[in-house]
């Protein structure tokens, strides 16, 4: 008999890494065919992370991916410390990065959840454009 990992233990830690990564690839293939160009991906700071950046429209678009397997709440889970930790690794990104956008850009913030389909196959299942905006 075949045990499954335990909350907070590493086989679990690694499962659901392995998922949200999954997930990420998943929203990286939507986005690219709802045409945006992706600029980066796992952006990461100290205290902060974004997942996904992209472009489409003149809109720079910060996506925070949400990965769950069966129901849930869509926006479950991202709560406003996140949104800020977000909204301050964007900001921080396009300090680093600003010699290399375009001129005249707009920001958006997004969150993409991503789930199991009928089949299984992990799929998204909402867009959300415009989640939340910055304080």
Partial sequence: MTRRPGPGSEGETRRRKS????GESVAVR?????????YGTNF???G?????IAFRDRT???CEVKTRLGEYDPIEGYSP??????VKTGEAYLQKYQVYLPKVYDLRYDVILV????DGVLEVKEHIKDAFRPD
């Fill in 19 to 22: 998922l949200g990564r999954s």
């Fill in 30 to 38: 939507y986005l690219e065919n709802e045409g945006y160009r992706i």
């Fill in 44 to 46: 990461r700071l100290r």
């Fill in 48 to 52: 902060g992370e974004v997942d996904i």
């Fill in 60 to 62: 720079i678009v910060f």
């Fill in 81 to 86: 410390a996140q949104q800020r930790r977000m």
């Fill in 115 to 118: 789930s199991d389909g009928s």
